[in-house]
């Protein structure tokens, strides 16, 4: 909307670089394009402002496919306003020169126009495409013959109108038709999913029995090195014991053979000292047998008292010793004889 002062009776426009403002006085052309700034007087001007920008145009509607299913269009329009002259002598632009709101609702005309042919072309399409196919390739088929009969609708150019772009958003069933749609689908995903689970699983299966058989595999093995080890510890063992035994062997030789010499030579020194110990005793007798009987006396007294206790003293009476002595007295001459 253009902006509109007031000074002393007289009135100042200034309008935006995408608007075009034509302005009569009097029923002539004053004031004629975009971004115009200027002075007029409200009681003899004729204002129009036509928007020159693109502009965008929603639009939803319903339709019927060729198996009698409601669907629902959702479409955007980019138009612009190509020759405002001419879209200001068909549609109703004009503004107030006081305020500079528009007096009519061209826009809406606009967008009625645009909305009814291109609501028409898409009945025309979807009337022979069933529901399958229009949700499938719908949209292209749809926009391809909405752009197509935007183009060629004589109208639109009259009211200085083209069309930059046509777009369709979507093409969807009624919700009880688009669950009953979606549920074969879903069946067909749940299914791989319950394909995949049951893979999964195998595949877990599968690799617990491998790591089964591994472990088993693995104790096999083990159990055969454990009996490996075993017999080997055993040949060490009785190869041990045969070196023992043969050690003890050589031992028991050598110390039977020591025993043998050191018997020999305790037999010989035994028969050695024997022999010695005879001939002393020989040696001894002969010199008993030689000597006389009071000899004899006196060494058998001496040896009885080498075996007598240890007297530390001795108390003769008068009368043992009187005997003595007179005992001693007789043999003396004996002995001297």
Same mark, same amino acid.
């Given at each position: 909307?253009?902006?509109?002062?007031?000074?002393?009776?007289?009135?100042?426009?200034?309008?935006?670089?995408?608007?075009?403002?034509?302005?009569?006085?009097?029923?002539?052309?004053?004031?004629?394009?975009?971004?115009?700034?200027?002075?007029?007087?409200?009681?003899?001007?004729?204002?129009?402002?036509?928007?020159?920008?693109?502009?965008?145009?929603?639009?939803?509607?319903?339709?019927?496919?060729?198996?009698?299913?409601?669907?629902?269009?959702?479409?955007?329009?980019?138009?612009?306003?190509?020759?405002?002259?001419?879209?200001?002598?068909?549609?109703?632009?004009?503004?107030?020169?006081?305020?500079?709101?528009?007096?009519?609702?061209?826009?809406?005309?606009?967008?009625?126009? $645009?909305?009814?042919?291109?609501?028409? +072309?898409?009945?025309?399409v979807l009337a022979r495409t069933?529901?399958?196919?229009?949700?499938?390739?719908?949209?292209?088929?749809?926009?391809?013959?909405?752009?197509?009969? $935007?183009?060629? !609708?004589?109208?639109?150019?009259?009211?200085?109108?083209?069309?930059?772009?046509?777009?369709?958003?979507?093409?969807?069933?009624?919700?009880?038709?688009?669950?009953?749609?979606?549920?074969?689908?879903?069946?067909?995903?749940?299914? !791989?999913?319950?394909?995949?689970?049951?893979?999964?699983?195998?595949?877990?299966?599968?690799?617990?029995?491998?790591?089964? !058989?591994?472990?088993?595999?693995?104790?096999?093995? $083990?159990?055969?090195?454990?009996?490996?080890?075993?017999?080997?510890?055993?040949?060490?063992?009785?190869?041990?014991?045969?070196?023992?035994?043969?050690?003890?062997?050589?031992?028991?030789?050598?110390?039977?053979?020591?025993?043998?010499?050191?018997?020999r030579a305790e037999a010989e020194?035994?028969?050695?000292?024997?022999?010695?110990?005879? !001939?002393a005793q020989a040696a001894w007798?002969?010199? +008993?047998?030689?000597?006389?009987?009071?000899?004899?006396?006196?060494?058998?007294?001496?040896?009885?008292?080498?075996?007598?206790?240890?007297?530390?003293?001795?108390?003769?009476?008068?009368?043992?010793?009187?005997?003595?002595?007179?005992?001693?007295?007789?043999?003396?001459?004996?002995?001297?004889?």
């Amino acid at each position: 909307m253009a902006d509109i002062t007031r000074r002393f009776g007289w009135r100042h426009l200034r309008s935006a670089p995408t608007a075009h403002i034509r302005h009569h006085k009097r029923g002539v052309l004053a004031h004629d394009g975009a971004g115009l700034s200027f002075w007029y007087r409200s009681l003899s001007a004729a204002l129009s402002e036509v928007p020159v920008n693109d502009r965008e145009l929603a639009m939803a509607f319903h339709a019927r496919t060729a198996d009698f299913q409601d669907v629902t269009v959702q479409a955007t329009v980019t138009y612009r306003i190509s020759d405002p002259a001419e879209a200001a002598a068909r549609l109703d632009f004009s503004v107030d020169p006081d305020t500079g709101a528009w007096r009519g609702a061209p826009l809406e005309q606009i967008a009625t126009l $645009l909305t009814e042919t291109a609501q028409q +072309h898409t009945l025309d399409v979807l009337a022979r495409t069933p529901l399958a196919a229009a949700l499938v390739d719908g949209v292209a088929a749809v926009r391809e013959r909405v752009a197509a009969g $935007l183009a060629g !609708e004589p109208r639109l150019p009259a009211t200085g109108i083209d069309v930059v772009a046509v777009r369709v958003v979507a093409i969807r069933p009624e919700a009880e038709v688009e669950r009953a749609l979606r549920t074969p689908a879903r069946e067909q995903i749940q299914q !791989e999913a319950d394909r995949a689970t049951y893979e999964r699983r195998a595949v877990a299966v599968e690799r617990e029995r491998t790591i089964a !058989e591994n472990e088993l595999a693995s104790q096999i093995e $083990l159990a055969r090195r454990e009996e490996q080890l075993v017999e080997q510890r055993g040949t060490n063992t009785r190869r041990e014991a045969e070196e023992h035994a043969a050690a003890d062997k050589v031992r028991a030789e050598a110390e039977a053979a020591r025993a043998v010499r050191l018997a020999r030579a305790e037999a010989e020194a035994a028969r050695e000292v024997g022999a010695a110990r005879a !001939e002393a005793q020989a040696a001894w007798l002969r010199v +008993h047998g030689e000597a006389d009987a009071s000899t004899l006396h006196a060494l058998a007294a001496t040896r009885l008292a080498e075996n007598l206790p240890h007297i530390d003293s001795l108390t003769l009476s008068p009368d043992v010793l009187t005997g003595l002595l007179a005992k001693l007295g007789r043999s003396a001459p004996e002995t001297r004889a």
